[in-house]
């Protein structure tokens, strides 16, 4: 059983880490959008571009997370990007 276990969790640490680079990828983008967003004077916000979001992962999720488990990580992973932009000085 040690085994397995700790082949799980050497898979785990590697998945970790490439969401770490999936997640710092996003953020290079949300910099973007923070960038033309300040120049063109548009707001931080886009509900309608979030709700998109959340229902394009909703909609192609095959688990096993359900649903309010897949809202709540992306629903973290957008305030964290509004939050970014607004550090880097989009409009609120």
Request: charged content about 35%.
């Amino acid at each position: 059983m040690k085994d397995a276990l700790r082949e799980q969790r050497t898979t785990i640490d590697e998945v970790d880490l490439e969401i770490l680079r999936l997640i710092n990828r996003r953020a290079q983008a949300v910099a973007e959008i923070a960038r033309l967003k300040r120049e063109n004077k548009l707001p931080v916000s886009d509900e309608a571009r979030e709700a998109a979001v959340l229902h394009v992962v909703l909609e192609r999720n095959p688990g096993p997370l359900n649903a309010a488990s897949i809202r709540r990580i992306f629903g973290a992973i957008l305030a964290e990007s509004r939050r970014f932009q607004h550090h880097l000085g989009a409009e609120s």
